[in-house]
């Protein structure tokens, strides 16, 4: 039989980990990943997909800008980077090989574990860590969120406050771009 030796072990405080998403916008589920990962990990680098094929209703940048506003009580623990091309090529690039996902129900897992089977395939040195969403936040996504919020409802206890007040603006410019439309 081959002998494999031992792998070395490393301290969580150590790691970097990266959390990635489309964050179309970050919700209170997010910030829960973030925060709970902050108490496990060293640092943690918030990669922002930039996937100019997605009909995405914030830009990159405002994605990233709004994730900063909300990171920016963790004094550089927390970084929040936009990335394209392959997630596995982008958590090299920051010298890190562990990955967070968030799970919410038992429906995201087909998903959550193809894609962590895909990176490891691609990369085998890349772990992935599922933390189990909150209770109160496991009927958020970013979808509903834009819907209740482009619809003019109340998304208050689904986003922190400085996404809610960028949504806002959103329906703001939409009702008037339909006003001028009826026009
Ligand atoms: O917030 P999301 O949309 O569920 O995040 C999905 C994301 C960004 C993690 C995933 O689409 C991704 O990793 N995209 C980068 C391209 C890639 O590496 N694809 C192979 C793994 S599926």
Same mark, same amino acid.
């Given at each position: 039989?081959?002998?494999?030796? %031992?792998?070395?072990?490393?301290? %969580?405080?150590?790691?970097?980990?990266?959390? %990635?998403?489309?964050?179309? /916008?970050?919700?209170?589920?997010?910030?829960? &990943?973030?925060?709970?990962?902050?108490?496990?990990?060293?640092?943690? !680098?918030?990669?922002?997909?930039?996937? /100019?094929?997605?009909?995405?209703?914030?830009?990159?940048?405002?994605?990233?800008?709004? &994730?900063?506003?909300?990171?920016? $009580?963790?004094?550089?623990?927390?970084?929040?980077?936009?990335?394209?091309?392959?997630?596995?090529?982008?958590?090299?690039? !920051?010298?890190? $090989?562990?990955?967070?996902?968030?799970?919410?129900?038992?429906?995201?897992?087909?998903?959550?574990?193809?894609?962590?089977?895909?990176?490891?395939?691609?990369? /085998?040195?890349?772990?992935?860590?599922? =933390?189990?969403?909150?209770?109160?936040?496991?009927? &958020?996504?970013?979808?509903?969120?834009?819907?209740?919020? =482009?619809?003019?409802?109340?998304?208050?206890?689904?986003? /922190? %406050?400085?996404?809610?007040?960028?949504?806002?603006?959103?329906? $703001?410019?939409?009702?008037?771009?339909?006003?001028?439309?009826?026009?």
């Amino acid at each position: 039989m081959a002998k494999t030796s %031992p792998r070395r072990s490393t301290s %969580p405080a150590s790691v970097v980990a990266v959390f %990635p998403g489309s964050f179309d /916008p970050l919700t209170n589920g997010h910030v829960d &990943i973030i925060d709970r990962s902050v108490t496990i990990f060293g640092r943690v !680098v918030v990669g922002v997909l930039n996937n /100019p094929s997605k009909n995405a209703l914030f830009s990159d940048q405002e994605r990233v800008d709004l &994730i900063k506003r909300q990171v920016s $009580r963790y004094k550089g623990r927390v970084s929040v980077v936009s990335f394209s091309g392959l997630l596995v090529d982008f958590v090299k690039s !920051v010298n890190s $090989r562990v990955v967070i996902r968030g799970l919410r129900a038992i429906s995201d897992f087909d998903y959550e574990a193809q894609m962590a089977l895909i990176n490891r395939k691609l990369s /085998p040195d890349v772990e992935t860590f599922f =933390l189990a969403a909150r209770e109160e936040n496991s009927y &958020i996504s970013s979808t509903v969120v834009k819907q209740v919020a =482009l619809l003019g409802g109340d998304v208050s206890d689904m986003v /922190p %406050p400085v996404v809610e007040r960028a949504l806002k603006e959103k329906w $703001r410019a939409k009702q008037s771009v339909s006003r001028r439309g009826v026009r």
